[in-house]
């Protein structure tokens, strides 16, 4: 499997179990605020690691646009 595969596989099982915990919050599943502190702390985990690993691939696809080819245009004229 390749890397973008598996990293797109794992943005969307974290997607689905923040939604899943977040259901959980809302449908009124916690019996506690010890429970629910839990869940939120959860979330915010699995979102935070949803974000690096979208920083993480914004960073290299800046890296991939950075790297071309240089054309050397000294001494050329334009064609008219």
Partial sequence: ME??????????AIKRRVESLALSVTSGGVDNMEKYKYII?????LES??????NLQ???????????T???????S???
């Fill in 58 to 68: 914004q960073d290299e696809g800046a890296q991939n646009e950075n790297t071309g």
């Fill in 49 to 54: 690691v949803r974000q690096e690993i979208s």
């Fill in 3 to 12: 890397s973008e595969q598996l990293i797109a596989q794992l943005v969307k």
């Fill in 78 to 80: 334009p064609k008219n």
């Fill in 70 to 76: 240089v054309v050397d245009l000294k001494g050329r």
């Fill in 41 to 45: 702390g959860q979330i915010n985990a």
